[in-house]
């Protein structure tokens, strides 16, 4: 049974209980009508989705979803809801969480999406005892589209978190960062899923110093040759085979966006868009920008960011014993 109290009287911040007197959050003092985070077609704060989840703040506006942070009412807990919305296929009714296409003539192509969304939050809420991704609650049709419930986390991504510490991080640091992420991306092969979205910005560092993988959206299950029609493209992060139809993904591609990701790291910006290396490769080795890093570990890193798949490491075990000297005895 939900438990709800009156909802003009919860904070849309961190949902705890507002003074109807002063107006000011009895937990973490913000005014009630204090702006909070929002953006275009988003669903209405203080909507009750699926008749448990309240909702707050906007969190974020990615190419296929909108995202939003939550209470869920019947657990009560926080939440993160990624709300199925692609952009340039959909559009809100407005006032309401209702969901319509923006053309007919895309209902085919919208629902083939729809289905992929869904069967890979299937396949992840399967995945019980993988502590490196975020766990995800729930997933349910809605609204003529798709949510996914997962848990909320605390934290700081690595993007912010290298802009914190001067744009560079110590190689012993990103390799302590990283390593939990390899960790989890091999776990996340094992199960035939490729992330495909890999950077700093998906890559959350919790407040109690773990670190996990978020946004999953773009994931495909490469054993089964099920990919979803999304061009997440970042520039410095995707490689090459992300910008072709025809291109062959699997843990090559996410071995590519894990070097990038350590690159930045180390030197402070992501390697050179991967379609410009194909043409003229300009990377510069973090060796020659007089980043402290040793030779072995530095070619590890270059065949990782190989701009031809086929240069690069296949498996994301093998480069993770390179990258971290964990060689196995006769290797």
Same mark, same amino acid.
């Given at each position: 049974?939900?438990?709800?109290?009156?909802?003009?009287?919860?904070?849309?911040?961190?949902?705890?209980?507002?003074?109807?007197?002063?107006?000011?959050?009895?937990?973490?003092?913000?005014?009630?009508?204090?702006?909070?985070?929002?953006?275009?077609?988003?669903?209405?704060?203080?909507?009750?989705?699926?008749?448990?989840?309240?909702?707050?703040?906007?969190?974020?506006?990615?190419?296929?979803?909108?995202?939003?942070?939550?209470?869920?009412?019947?657990?009560?807990?926080?939440?993160?809801?990624?709300?199925?919305?692609?952009?340039?296929?959909?559009?809100?009714?407005?006032?309401?969480?209702?969901?319509?296409?923006?053309?007919?003539?895309?209902?085919?192509?919208?629902?083939?999406?729809?289905?992929?969304?869904?069967?890979?939050?299937?396949?992840?809420?399967?995945?019980?005892?993988?502590?490196?991704?975020?766990?995800?609650?729930?997933?349910?049709?809605?609204?003529?589209?798709?949510?996914?419930?997962?848990?909320?986390?605390?934290?700081?991504?690595?993007?912010?978190?290298?802009?914190?510490?001067?744009?560079?991080?110590?190689?012993?640091?990103?390799?302590?960062?990283?390593?939990?992420?390899?960790?989890?991306?091999?776990?996340?092969?094992?199960?035939?899923?490729?992330?495909?979205?890999?950077?700093?910005?998906?890559?959350?560092?919790?407040?109690?110093?773990?670190?996990?993988? $978020?946004?999953?959206?773009? =994931?495909? !299950? @490469? +054993?089964?040759? #099920?990919?979803? &029609?999304?061009?997440?493209?970042?520039?410095?992060?995707?490689?090459?085979?992300?910008?072709?139809?025809?291109?062959?993904?699997?843990?090559?591609?996410? $071995?590519?966006?894990?070097? =990038?990701? !350590? @690159? +930045?790291?180390? #030197?402070?910006? &992501?390697?050179?868009?991967?379609?410009?290396?194909?043409?003229?490769?300009?990377?510069?080795?973090?060796?020659?920008?007089?980043?402290?890093?040793?030779? $072995?570990?530095?070619?590890?890193?270059?065949?990782?960011?190989?701009?031809?798949?086929?240069?690069?490491?296949?498996?994301?075990?093998?480069?993770?014993?390179?990258?971290?000297?964990?060689?196995?005895?006769?290797?």
């Amino acid at each position: 049974m939900s438990y709800l109290r009156d909802t003009r009287l919860i904070c849309l911040n961190c949902f705890g209980a507002i003074d109807p007197f002063t107006g000011y959050c009895h937990s973490c003092h913000r005014h009630m009508h204090e702006a909070i985070a929002t953006v275009q077609d988003a669903i209405l704060p203080r909507t009750l989705l699926g008749g448990r989840y309240f909702i707050g703040q906007t969190l974020g506006r990615g190419g296929f979803g909108i995202t939003y942070k939550a209470f869920d009412t019947v657990l009560r807990r926080r939440v993160c809801i990624k709300e199925f919305f692609p952009r340039g296929y959909t559009k809100r009714i407005p006032g309401t969480p209702i969901v319509k296409l923006s053309d007919q003539k895309t209902a085919n192509v919208f629902n083939f999406w729809l289905q992929a969304f869904i069967q890979e939050a299937k396949v992840l809420s399967s995945i019980k005892s993988m502590e490196g991704i975020v766990s995800i609650y729930d997933f349910f049709l809605s609204n003529n589209t798709a949510y996914i419930i997962m848990e909320f986390l605390d934290g700081v991504s690595l993007h912010r978190f290298i802009a914190g510490r001067g744009e560079r991080l110590h190689l012993n640091e990103t390799l302590n960062i990283m390593r939990p992420v390899l960790e989890t991306l091999l776990l996340l092969h094992q199960h035939g899923i490729i992330h495909k979205d890999i950077s700093p910005e998906n890559i959350q560092i919790v407040n109690n110093r773990t670190v996990k993988l $978020i946004d999953l959206g773009a =994931a495909s !299950i @490469y +054993t089964q040759n #099920v990919q979803k &029609p999304f061009f997440v493209l970042k520039k410095g992060y995707s490689p090459i085979e992300l910008y072709s139809k025809n291109g062959s993904q699997g843990p090559w591609t996410d $071995i590519y966006e894990v070097g =990038a990701t !350590i @690159y +930045t790291c180390l #030197v402070g910006s &992501p390697p050179p868009e991967a379609t410009a290396r194909a043409q003229n490769d300009t990377i510069v080795p973090p060796s020659a920008l007089n980043i402290k890093i040793q030779p $072995i570990r530095e070619k590890v890193l270059l065949k990782a960011l190989a701009v031809n798949p086929q240069d690069r490491y296949t498996d994301i075990g093998a480069f993770k014993e390179m990258l971290f000297g964990e060689f196995m005895p006769g290797t």
